[in-house]
C-alpha cells in the first residue's frame, strides 16, 4: 500500500465505512431527506426563475440583511433551498445530494437539519452585524451588502462538511474547506464568503459543545462497574413462576 493510500485510508475510511453499508443495502432509501431536499431545491429555483414564480420565491425564502429581523427567521428555512440565480444550479444540486447524503446516513436526518439550520442562521445573522460593524472593520461590510440575498444551502453544505470532518476524524479535509473558505474572503471579499466564515465558526462551536457533552458521559457510563461490564442486575434473569415455586 502506496503512503497516499494509507493516508486516504486513515483520513476517509471510517466515513466511507459508516457510509457504503446502509448505501449499499437500501440505495436511494438511505436518504430519503437527502433526495427531498435536492427536489425542493430544483423546484424552488425553476419557479425562481419564472417571471410568475419570482415574487413568490422572494416573498417566502429570499433573505436580506434589511429585512426585519422577524421575517428574515421566518424565511431562514426555506431560504436554505433557495439557490443563488447567479450561480450554477446544478453544482448547488451536486453539493447537497454528496454533503447532505452522506450527513444523513452519518448523523440521521433531523441531526442534518439541525446543523444547517445552525450553519444558516449564523451567516444570516452575521450580516446584520458585519453591516453594523462597517467596511472600516476587518469583520464588517459595506451598507450596500443589507440589499444582497443570503447564501442559501452553500453555507450549510460548508458547515455539514467541517462538521462530519471533525466527527469522523477527517481533519485534513475539514481543514481544507475551512482553509478554501478563508481563501475565498482573502481573494473576493464579499458577504457569501464571510457568511461561510461565520457558518464554519458556528459549526466549530456545535463540534466544541459535543466534545463536551461526551467527554462527560464517558466516566458516567464506566462508573457502574470497575469492568466495564454490564450492572450486575441486568446479566440476572427473572425467576419464572415454575422458577419461584421449586424454591418453596
Not at 97 to 121: D, K, M, S
Request: glycine fraction near 8%; proline fraction near 6%; charge should be positive.
Amino acid at each position: 500500500m502506496t503512503t497516499l493510500a494509507r493516508w486516504a485510508r486513515t483520513e476517509w475510511g471510517p466515513l466511507y465505512v459508516a457510509v457504503r453499508g446502509p448505501l449499499v443495502r437500501r440505495r436511494w432509501r438511505a436518504v430519503p431527506m437527502t433526495v427531498g431536499v435536492v427536489c425542493l431545491t430544483a423546484v424552488l429555483h425553476l419557479v425562481h426563475n419564472q417571471s410568475w414564480g419570482f415574487r413568490f420565491v422572494e416573498d417566502v425564502g429570499a433573505v436580506r440583511a434589511e429585512d426585519p429581523l422577524w421575517l428574515a427567521l421566518l424565511r431562514t428555512p426555506l431560504s436554505l433551498f433557495v439557490p443563488a440565480l447567479d450561480l450554477p444550479v446544478w453544482g448547488a444540486l451536486a453539493q447537497i445530494l454528496l454533503v447532505f447524503g452522506i450527513a444523513e446516513i452519518c448523523l440521521g436526518w433531523w441531526r442534518t437539519l439541525v446543523i444547517a439550520y445552525v450553519a444558516t442562521l449564523a451567516g444570516t445573522l452575521y450580516a446584520r452585524v458585519g453591516i453594523w460593524l462597517g467596511p472600516d472593520s476587518p469583520f464588517g461590510l459595506p451598507a450596500t451588502d443589507s440589499l444582497v440575498v443570503d447564501t442559501g444551502p452553500s453555507a450549510a453544505v460548508v458547515g455539514l462538511a467541517v462538521f462530519l470532518g471533525w466527527r469522523y476524524r477527517a481533519y485534513v479535509t475539514a481543514g481544507v474547506v475551512i482553509a478554501a473558505m478563508v481563501v475565498e474572503v482573502v481573494l473576493k471579499d464579499n458577504l457569501a464568503g464571510k457568511e461561510h466564515l461565520a457558518a464554519i465558526v458556528a459549526v466549530l462551536a456545535l463540534c466544541g459543545v459535543s466534545a463536551l457533552r461526551h467527554r462527560h458521559r464517558r466516566p458516567a457510563s464506566s462508573a457502574g462497574s470497575g469492568s466495564g461490564l454490564p450492572p450486575i442486575r441486568s446479566s440476572r434473569r427473572r425467576r419464572g413462576p415454575a422458577q419461584r415455586r421449586s424454591w418453596r
